[in-house]
């Protein structure tokens, strides 16, 4: 069981929808795909996810997704990522399958 | 824009697939739902939700989503919640959409 936090903890986190504009194999590293991600911010953001061996490019192509959107950049295999894509991971990490909404909802909304 | 976070303060966060169970109308708040969620322990949850505008009871039942499973207890117009679901809000608060999975997976599953 984790320790249990505050809500003011979660609400540091900036939880959003984001559309995968486009994905494609990390150049260093065969578990990662880089992706360029609209999150309602004019601007597409680079974001690297390990989900080449659970997902192909058609499937993430278009998708919308739940982000963390403030995540101090990390670089990957020497990638940076800004940004990470939420997922359900079994717990032997067999089985791998991305968050959406129950619906539409435009890019950059946020989650609450 | 929020502040940059590390990835420590994001994995304080026990986010959980969990299946709700059973949804009543609080007994003294009309917008909240008291929901019985499943979030793969043995033993099912209270968790109070804002839902009552966006969803039916019908409409909740059954569903698995995404709920932060380690929040301090909080206590909504008398009843304690143990938790929260997890949902995309529109800016003007007039659209509210639960996240799910992209296909099945257990009552308990971690997001990471």
Redesign the interface.
């Known amino acids: 069981?984790?320790?249990?936090?505050?809500?003011s903890?979660?609400a540091?986190?900036?939880?959003r929808?984001g559309e995968i504009k486009s994905v494609e194999a990390h150049p260093n590293a065969d578990k990662l795909y880089v992706m360029k991600v609209d999150l309602g911010e004019g601007e597409d953001r680079t974001i690297v996810a390990g989900l080449r061996k659970y997902y192909s490019v058609e499937e993430l192509v278009g998708k919308k997704?739940?982000f963390?959107?403030?995540?101090?950049p990390?670089v990957l295999r020497g990638v940076e990522s800004n940004g990470?894509i939420?997922?359900?991971?079994?717990?032997d990490h067999s089985?791998v399958?991305?968050?959406?909404?129950?619906?539409?909802?435009?890019s950059g909304?946020?989650?609450?």
């Open positions: 069981m984790s320790d249990k936090i505050p809500y903890d979660f540091k986190l900036d939880l929808v997704a739940i963390v959107a403030n995540l101090e990390a990470m939420l997922a359900a991971v079994s717990e089985e399958k991305i968050l959406k909404i129950d619906g539409e909802m435009e909304t946020r989650i609450s």
